[in-house]
């Protein structure tokens, strides 16, 4: 089947190559240039295991192709559309402006060449009531085609994997039934590869499967920093997190997923998300239903800044020309996404406070010599621990948790570690002579 996907970031790229991959003929649109060219040669923009192959073979056997011209999806009989919905720059509130400006231009293309029973499947993350507005719209401009909200669960660095076989399908579907079914068949056959895995494929309204996607990224989220206030207690009373963590796993209601404790979550869906979403619980009049998620985003950022006290305290209060090296800037291993990456709030407090901070990361060093010049970096651990006065693991990559703490203390001048994520084994490290201190863990041997 002949699709479109419009907007070919993170999300629509995969989403183009895992189309491909399913034996349909894909356009991805985008307006980046430069992007555009990188993927039409095969080049993925951004690194994520396995995805590399599926864009070349997709590519190579001619399925898949990218353009900056929208006038290419003409004859497409699905546009998915997965543009970015980033925070918008004053306030929590979603900006909308490239999902309107796609949005715009798609529905131009589809009045001049018309599909009978075209639809537009958004997959972007969007305040609820986004996609009866489009469906309205389509109606505004003359376009017969019908809107499915077809919610996104992609996580970085299985972006592959969670596209080609999800935990959950979910479509929300239009009011009109004659249009909602003829809908949600045209889907299962677009998805057809995939749900033959036997996943659950969940049909709803526009709104459910609207909040579907924040509700779940909110509850993840919510784990996350119901786990670091713990972690504050756990500092407060000598507790150790990680084993208290581990206690609460084996409780199948709670289980032990998103319960690590560390510096907190960062990324470019869980922080922005979350805003957004209590941003538009405050335009429908319930505010107060989500104001725990104000709580979720301090704790969060609450976290990343006791990192930056632990170092002023390693320091007896300032680091001012001390040399510290961060292990990590990417906001999560096998990403190398630096979008409100915990560790790289730190690196730029630390610069900032006149620290002599080396960072290093597996991946994500181009990107940060790109957008914070200022930045030293290394190309591995060993490198930027070099005389290093204090050891900071900020994202928890396996090259960093393999190490060795004999030989990275051959290099620096004070084994002293501070692991952000509680990836490490104290144990290993203080029999080494590392001072070590985690996030939440306690200093006992039990
Ligand atoms: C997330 C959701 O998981 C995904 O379903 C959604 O579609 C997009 O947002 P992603 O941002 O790729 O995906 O990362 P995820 O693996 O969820 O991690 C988010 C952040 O939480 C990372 O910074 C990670 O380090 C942190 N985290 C995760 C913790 O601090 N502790 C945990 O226990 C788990």
């Known amino acids: 089947m002949k699709l479109s996907v419009i907007g070919c970031g993170y999300l629509g790229a995969v989403h183009a190559a895992s189309m491909a991959e399913l034996g349909h003929e894909v356009v991805g649109v985008d307006v980046d240039v430069d992007r555009v060219e990188r993927l039409s040669r095969g080049e993925p923009p951004f690194y994520e295991p396995g995805f590399a192959e599926l864009l070349r073979r997709g590519v190579d056997e001619g399925r898949l192709r990218f353009t900056t011209d929208m006038g290419d999806v003409a004859g497409a009989r699905v546009h998915f559309v997965g543009v970015g919905t980033p925070q918008r720059e004053s306030g929590y509130a979603a900006d909308l402006s490239h999902l309107d400006a796609a949005m715009t231009s798609l529905l131009a293309v589809m009045a001049d060449h018309p599909v009978p029973g075209a639809l537009v499947v958004g997959k972007s ?18 376009v017969a085609a019908t809107v499915v909200w077809n919610p996104e669960f992609l996580r970085e660095g299985f972006a592959v994997q969670d596209t080609l076989t999800p935990d959950r399908v979910v479509y929300g579907l239009p009011e009109d039934r004659a249009a909602g079914e003829a809908a949600r068949d045209l889907l299962d056959e677009v998805y057809a590869g995939v749900l033959s895995h036997g996943m659950p494929r969940l049909v709803t309204n526009y709104q459910t499967a ?8 909110s509850f993840l989220a919510t784990k996350i920093s119901f786990i670091n206030a713990i972690a504050e207690l756990c500092e407060a009373t000598g507790a150790d997190v990680t084993r208290l963590a581990e206690a609460l796993g084996h409780d199948e209601r709670i289980g032990p997923k998103f319960l690590r404790a560390g510096v907190g979550f960062g990324g470019g869906c869980l922080p922005k998300d979350i805003r957004a979403f209590m941003a538009r619980a405050g335009e429908l009049g319930v505010d107060q239903a989500l104001t725990f998620l104000r709580e979720v985003d301090a704790i969060n950022q609450r976290r990343r800044q006791h990192a930056v006290a632990m170092a002023e305290r390693h320091f007896g209060g300032s680091v001012r020309d001390r040399r510290v090296a961060i292990l990590g800037a990417a906001f999560k291993p096998d990403s190398d996404d630096l979008r409100d990456s915990p560790a790289l709030y730190v690196a730029t407090r630390l610069v900032g406070q006149g620290a002599d901070v080396v960072v290093t990361d597996p991946i994500a060093l181009p990107g940060l010599h790109a957008r914070y010049p200022h930045i030293q970096t290394a190309p591995n651990a060993r490198a930027a621990c070099v005389d290093a006065e204090l050891v900071m693991l900020l994202t928890e990559w396996t090259d960093f948790t393999g190490l060795e703490p004999d030989q990275l203390g051959s290099v620096v001048k004070e084994r002293a570690i501070i692991d952000g994520r509680n990836a490490l084994d104290p144990a290993r490290w203080e029999a080494a002579g ?4 985690g996030m939440g863990r306690a200093s006992t041997t039990w």
């Open 210 to 217: 609207e909040l579907v996607k924040v509700a779940a990224n």
């Open 125 to 142: 993350t969007v305040p609820v009531g986004t996609a009866a507005r489009l469906q309205e719209w389509c109606g505004s401009e003359g």
């Open 434 to 437: 590392w001072s070590y201190r």
